[in-house]
């Protein structure tokens, strides 16, 4: 059975056999709201790859002490998995960026899509970043996760091709395309078996899609339009059904 997970730098710290001691960032919420208390296994973790898991020795509002029993670092796996995902108003965005988060992504590009309809003004942009940051780390404590997405700066419109690297292998999920994600991404394995891109990443358009003008853009720089299925999928849901397929195809589930 998995083990409740706090994130703390510290977590990196930890030796076998030693005592590891967490403030008040973890102990509040580990104490007050998860009721955890001696006697309890849990894993700590600090976002970057190391997890530590200990029994908790010692436990107040304000510090938890655990005596470290094993500790582990995850390689990141390649190649890495991007979303980018365009703003779109509701919420749905971050309903896509958490979901992602639960099913592997490595990479968070938010997108203000030339028909976005939502936007992330200049006054608001830290905070509207910090929003999805704070969302990226509760998911990936949700999916007991030891290493978390990295969120990288918003681009806007047909820039967002310039941002791309030409060793990406970039799909642009678009209701317009001929060639199935899932044909795609098995071309893409059986020809590169051998040395796989160091990135996959995924297009996802806003409510209103994407316009002619990116469109060109990507698939200038290489990328291919490709269809998921026979149904359209809202922006929440295409970039984390894009994700599952890969990670099926990688053979990772």
């Known amino acids: 059975m998995s083990l409740p997970v706090f994130r703390s730098a510290t977590a990196a710290e930890a030796v076998v056999g030693s005592a590891l001691t967490l403030g008040e960032d973890v102990a509040g919420h580990a104490v007050r709201v998860r009721r ?13 790859g190391t997890r530590a898991r200990g029994t908790v020795t010692a436990a107040s509002a304000n510090q938890l002490t655990i005596d470290v029993t094993e500790v582990t670092v995850e390689d990141s796996a390649g ?46 942009r830290e905070k ?3 929003k999805w940051e704070n969302l990226l780390g509760a998911a990936s404590l949700q999916a007991r996760r030891a290493r978390f997405p990295i969120l990288h700066d918003l681009v806007r419109g047909a820039a967002l091709a310039k941002t791309l690297d030409d060793a990406d292998a970039v799909f642009v999920l678009h209701e317009t395309a001929q060639f199935k994600l899932s044909e795609a991404l098995d071309d893409l394995i059986a020809n590169d078996s051998a040395q796989l891109p160091e990135r996959i990443v995924f297009v996802v358009g806003p409510e209103g899609g994407i316009s002619d003008g990116e469109l060109a853009a990507l698939t200038g720089r290489g990328a291919t339009p490709v269809l998921l299925g026979p149904t359209i999928l809202r922006s929440s849901s295409a970039g984390p059904a894009g994700l599952v397929l890969a990670q099926n195809s990688l053979g990772r589930w």
Request: aromatic share 4%; proline share 6%; no cysteine.
């Open 79 to 124: 190649p890495r998995l991007v979303l980018v995902q365009a703003l779109a108003k509701g919420d749905r965005d971050l309903l896509a960026i958490e979901t992602a988060t639960e099913i592997g992504v490595d990479d968070v590009i938010p997108w203000a899509a030339e028909r976005s309809i939502a936007d992330w003004p200049a006054k608001k």
């Open 128 to 130: 509207m970043a910090a």
């Open 36 to 48: 955890i208390g001696p006697g309890e296994d849990i894993d700590i973790v600090d976002g970057e």
